[in-house]
């Protein structure tokens, strides 16, 4: 019999959190209030006059081997290099990982020192795991790509499982292609991961504001 609630005590209960939030709401204005009586700034002025930091999270970024090497391709260095510097500068955290490693093996020596050179605080290195190798296959078991694309879909697993914000790639047939990103996401969401967003260096352009 201790479990049951009379209607009248809910009613009370709900009344009494319904008095509690009306005061907190209260006494956040009468702060303001006073803040502004005080040093005649409103609250954004006081973030702004004492540079109060907002902190924000870094985007965290994969990167597959063919943004590597993109960096020296005529096609498509005007966009990876830029991408490259704000790397550099520590806009971003970058996710590599064996799969890149082992591609970029046989690469020319000046095509494996972009990766080399980068920060180690910038970045996160992944490693394949079972998990990666099971959803690369259900990948290719739905025919979202074919059994050759079998890299192309570990890169697709690793950023999906490690959360990235972003996988970026100049792979256009196989990765940044609404078709397959329809299909990569599709069975991510039936796995219980989350949409994974799939973009070329071309959008990660700067603009100025008056552009």
Not at 45 to 67: A, E, F, G, P
Not at 120 to 132: Q, R
Not at 175 to 189: A, H, L
Request: aromatic share 10%.
């Amino acid at each position: 019999m201790f479990g049951l609630v009379s209607p009248r005590l809910r009613q009370a209960a709900g009344r009494c959190t319904q008095v509690e939030g009306q005061h907190k709401r209260r006494w956040r204005i009468i702060g303001l209030r006073v803040l502004y009586k005080l040093t005649g700034q409103t609250f954004f002025d006081y973030l702004c006059n004492h540079q109060v930091k907002i902190v924000t999270m870094k985007q965290r970024i994969y990167i597959d081997t063919s943004v590597v090497g993109g960096y020296h391709d005529a096609e498509f260095e005007s966009y990876t290099v830029p991408l490259f510097e704000r790397i550099q500068n520590g806009e971003f955290t970058v996710l590599l990982s064996t799969v890149t490693q082992d591609e970029l093996e046989n690469a020319p020596i000046h095509v494996q020192e972009l990766i080399r050179n980068m920060k180690n605080e910038f970045t996160e290195f992944l490693i394949i795991s079972d998990e990666a190798v099971d959803l690369a296959n259900e990948y290719i078991n739905e025919r979202v790509v074919g059994q050759t694309c079998y890299a192309d879909c570990l890169h697709i697993a690793l950023a999906t499982i490690h959360r990235a914000d972003f996988l970026i790639s100049w792979n256009f047939k196989h990765i940044v292609n609404v078709r397959r990103i329809m299909g990569y996401n599709s069975i991510n969401i039936r796995n219980g991961y989350k949409q994974l967003e799939i973009r070329s260096p071309r959008e990660f352009e700067r603009y100025e504001d008056n552009e």
